[in-house]
């Protein structure tokens, strides 16, 4: 049974302008080399807009919105990666961007055959009905206010061919200081650092019940908040 990052994902909230957002930009305030910039220009995922710009280069994928600015990793080599591309980008370049709030998801999967995961969710196998079109399932999900600024989502889902659980962990910061403040005067930095290993640890904590014969849960209450 393994657990491995399958996902890293950086949101940023706020008034966006995609049409910026062209891989020549980044290679031009150095965050993409000659050869991220050819591939990212040749590839099929390039689109911008002034509605919404997307492109893909080996390491990370990135799209904006009018309304959120997003990077995402398959590579848990690239995580700090796409943190210091969110940090150069809007406290460096575009530092009058108005942002309303930042969001960290960490993606997991665990290798664990179907009977095991039946024996540890007990009813909710049965109970919860497949993903609309993906034939997921979503054994557990809950949703903790840590406070007035920070939301913390723990989700865990079942794939269709039933030998891999997928664990979700997102964490949500709505940014209520008044005036203007960079990221990394909000601690962006040390809360991404912080949540990462947070999700780490909630993940083997789940990997080890899972392997742990003599576990049984009901209805999905696997990891205490």
């Given at each position: 049974m393994l657990?491995?990052?399958?996902?890293?994902?950086?949101?940023?909230?706020?008034?966006?302008?995609?049409?910026?957002?062209?891989?020549?930009?980044?290679?031009?305030?150095?965050?993409?080399?000659?050869?991220?910039?050819?591939?990212?220009?040749?590839?099929?995922?390039?689109?911008?807009?002034?509605?919404?710009?997307?492109?893909?280069?080996?390491?990370?994928?990135?799209?904006?919105?009018?309304e959120r600015w997003e990077i995402r990793t398959v590579s848990r080599e690239a995580r700090t990666r796409i943190l210091n591309v969110a940090l150069k980008t809007f406290d460096d370049l575009l530092p009058q961007t108005p942002v309303t709030g930042f969001h960290f998801t960490f993606r997991f999967s665990i290798e664990v055959p179907h009977e095991r995961a039946a024996d540890f969710f007990g009813g909710a196998l049965r109970e919860v009905a497949p993903i609309e079109g993906r034939g997921e399932r979503v054994l557990m999900m809950s949703t903790v206010t840590v406070d007035d600024t920070k939301r913390r989502l723990f989700q865990v889902r079942l794939l269709p061919e039933g030998n891999q659980l997928l664990v979700k962990h997102r964490f949500s910061y709505a940014v209520r200081a008044k005036g203007m403040y960079t990221l990394r005067?909000?601690?962006?930095?040390?809360?991404?650092?912080?949540?990462?290993?947070?999700?780490?640890?909630?993940?083997?904590?789940?990997?080890?019940?899972?392997?742990?014969?003599?576990?049984?849960?009901?209805?999905?209450?696997?990891i205490s908040n």
């Open positions: 657990s491995d990052l399958s996902a890293a994902v950086i949101a940023i909230d706020g008034t966006m302008n995609p049409t910026i957002h062209h891989p020549t930009w980044y290679q031009l305030i150095g965050l993409l080399s000659w050869e991220d910039t050819a591939f990212a220009t040749a590839g099929r995922h390039l689109l911008v807009t002034p509605s919404v710009s997307t492109f893909r280069v080996p390491a990370f994928a990135l799209r904006c919105k009018r005067q909000m601690s962006m930095s040390e809360d991404y650092d912080l949540d990462y290993e947070e999700a780490v640890t909630r993940t083997e904590q789940l990997a080890a019940k899972l392997t742990h014969k003599g576990s049984r849960r009901s209805g999905g209450n696997t």
